[in-house]
């Protein structure tokens, strides 16, 4: 989690909601990503997405058994939807989203009794860090948008 954190900072340092991920299989990162959808003008470039097509890749399968993805975030209905297409094995998540999260805290994508392949799930891995970038970030944007005024 620790280095989606670093992943995360990348994603502010670029302008887009920090957010990062880590896709492990046998103890070997396979994908990572950040947060890329202002950047490359792709709704659907978040974190996890990103390094589950990575991770993809890396095995020449979409099937990606056994696969743990951490994310600083709990995840969007769309990542959660592209992790059960995935087959990963676990979602570690750091902070909760009440606003969008799919994974309990608005929905519950990856526990609904009637998808086809449920997803292990592990919350609030180092939340308070986790959620204090996202804080931070958006006080950032906020102050910004006051100073322009």
């Known amino acids: ?22 896709l492990v299989h046998d103890n070997q990162v396979i994908g990572e990503g950040w947060n890329q959808p202002i950047g490359q003008h792709d709704p659907s470039a978040h974190a996890e997405i990103i390094a589950l097509r990575q991770g993809g890749q890396a095995r020449q399968n979409y099937r990606l058994l056994d696969a743990t993805l951490y994310v600083t975030l709990e995840p969007c209905t769309m990542c959660a939807g ?7 094995a676990r979602l570690v998540y750091g902070a909760s989203d009440e606003k969008t999260g799919a994974a309990g805290s608005l929905l519950n ?27 931070d970030f958006f006080r950032m944007r906020r102050q910004q948008k006051k100073a322009q005024r």
């Open 1 to 22: 989690m620790r280095y989606a954190l670093q992943l995360a900072q990348r994603a502010w340092q670029a302008g887009e909601v920090p957010v990062g991920a880590v």
């Open 82 to 88: 592209a992790m059960i297409h995935s087959r990963i």
């Open 109 to 135: 994508v990856l526990g609904h009794p009637g998808m086809n392949h449920q997803v292990q799930v592990s919350a609030g891995v180092l939340a308070s860090e986790c959620a204090a970038l996202l804080s």
